[in-house]
């Protein structure tokens, strides 16, 4: 099976052009997957497997502490393989197709408050050096709603200061445009004509937006740790990932009124569908108010 697996990751980075990123998280849900039907299941013939087995697997994963997230990602990993499978007539049915999605699993992205962000942000030292550049960062985070590997991506010629928006590429190579905001483009301004010239190398320059003392480009891992860094001087509880940022931007947007389909576009989401698990937002903000205002809550 791990020939197939081959293949479609092959069909995946040819045809569909994903991420390398992309394409390791479904190399690694499928030899997950295969790895789980080999030892457990004794099964090495991908047209043995039935629907039972799929199901066994995902629920083998949630037992084992797997993340409902996690899960259903190696369920949409499965779906898409067996796409592939049946288009590539290598089985005799889509047995995926007719398994319902884990949907009761998936859990609601952390956010963080309107004031727990203001005090996250108001924690770096613009005065300082790193200071400024990781609130320059973080407000662009924040800003923008950014993947941070889209984050480290990014070079200065992507900032479009007059007009007042950032072009990054996304997933499947998909370029988008986001407005940045009055703050993120503050002190973006400072942190590109006073500190990034002082980071860099004359011997080794590069055109990454967001660099490190060495005058590398940041990466994600360094990121994290700086967001960690700032929410414990923050004393903000919550777990906390460079994705809170991203997923806070999207929450705060829509209790303010936002529609769901430019939160889409500004997210870089292909299906709606992906972007639909902030709509428990604005149900709890409606009942909230309703609550609140009606004469008979």
Known sequence: MNEFIEHFIN???????LSKNTLLAYKRDLEKFTGYLNTREKITNINSVTKSHITDFMMHLKDNGLESSSVARCFAAIKVFYKFLMRERLVKEDIANIIDSPRLWKKLPD????????????????????????????????ATGLRVSELCSLKVKDINFEVGFVKCIGKGSKERIVPIGKSAKKYLEAYIEKVRPKLIKQDSPNSFLF???????????????????????????????????????????????????????????????????????????????????????
Request: net charge positive.
């Open 11 to 17: 069909y995946l980075s040819v045809e569909r052009g």
């Open 111 to 142: 956010a963080l408050s309107i004031e727990e962000v203001a005090s996250l942000l108001s924690k770096p030292d613009a005065r300082d050096w790193m200071g400024l550049r990781d609130k320059a960062a973080m407000e662009l985070m924040y």
């Open 211 to 297: 660099i490190t003392r060495l005058g590398k480009g940041i990466s994600r891992q360094s990121f994290w740790k700086i967001i960690k860094k700032y929410a414990k001087e923050a004393r903000i509880k919550k777990h906390l990932t460079p994705h809170t940022l991203r997923h806070s931007f999207a929450t705060h947007l829509l209790e303010r009124g936002a529609d769901l389909r430019i939160v889409q576009e500004m997210l870089g989401h292909s299906d709606i569908s992906t972007t639909q698990i902030y709509t428990h937002i604005t149900k709890d903000r409606l009942k909230s108010i309703h609550k609140q205002f009606h004469p008979r809550p």
